[in-house]
């Protein structure tokens, strides 16, 4: 069963960057069929998808952030990444990592990790 | 962009039929995933291409999906089914390739 697990800073100042990684263990991140993503939710909403990426490095992301965002892979540490830049109050989620299938369904995501943007 | 409509939230008794909707256009046409997720819990895959069950979902949860509506349908319902409730879609009909969820339902168990 694979498990992912993100870490990173849980503060971020407003127009700085905001950096997190998730760590897969129990598989690995170059298997083919799958897609690594990031969802973050902010406190009392909904969820909202950020972006993918395959481990081939390819990407797609959410237009409304795409000005903002870089997602990258590192298959010879089994991880995948994300930099918001210029982040403001609006940015203050819970940020999860996932592994999608496929179909493009999201059976296996992260515990979530908090991040404050705040001064 | 594409748009999924949820109702904000649905209360029904315990062992009754909860029904949630996720409206989208033609979202027939599309596979449709559901997640619950339960206050400071990840969210947890219950409904994948429209009816399929994960090994481990009881058979209480199911799905459908037509036209411009899908619906997971919740029966038995029982306290420990209280959670947030999120439609999923995957858009490739724009010039983007979208995952795209619904803004999310609360289930209420009275």
């Known amino acids: 069963q694979v498990q992912l697990q993100e870490s990173g800073p849980g503060l971020a100042k407003p127009s700085q960057t905001l950096s997190l990684t998730c760590t897969v263990s129990?598989?690995?991140?170059?298997?083919?069929?799958?897609?690594w993503t990031w969802i973050r939710q902010p406190p009392g909403e909904g969820l909202e998808w950020i972006g993918y990426i395959y481990y081939s490095g390819t990407t797609y992301y959410n237009p409304s952030l795409k000005s903002r965002l870089t997602i990258s892979v590192d298959t010879s540490k089994n991880q995948f990444s994300l930099k918001l830049s210029s982040v403001t109050a609006a940015d203050t989620a819970v940020y999860y990592c996932?592994?999608?299938?496929?179909?493009?369904?999201?059976?296996?995501w992260g515990l979530g990790t908090l991040v404050t943007v705040s001064s | 962009s594409y748009v999924l409509t949820q109702p904000p939230s649905v209360s029904v008794a315990p062992g009754q039929t909860a029904r949630i909707t996720c409206g989208g256009n033609?979202?027939?046409?599309?596979?449709v995933h559901w997640y619950h997720q339960k206050p400071g819990q990840a969210p947890v895959l219950v409904v994948y291409d429209d009816s399929d069950r994960p090994s481990g979902i009881p058979e209480r949860f199911s799905g459908s999906n037509s036209g411009n509506a899908a619906t997971l349908t919740i029966s038995r319902v029982e306290a420990g089914d209280e959670a947030g409730y999120y439609c999923?879609?995957?858009?490739?009909?724009?010039?983007?390739?979208?995952?795209?969820f619904g803004g999310g339902t609360k289930l209420t168990v009275l």
């Open positions: 999923q879609v995957w858009d490739s009909t724009s010039d983007h390739l979208d995952v795209v």
């Open positions: 996932a592994r999608g299938r496929d179909d493009y369904r999201l059976p296996d």
């Open positions: 129990g598989g690995s991140i170059s298997s083919g069929g799958y897609f």
């Open positions: 033609n979202i027939g046409s599309k596979s």
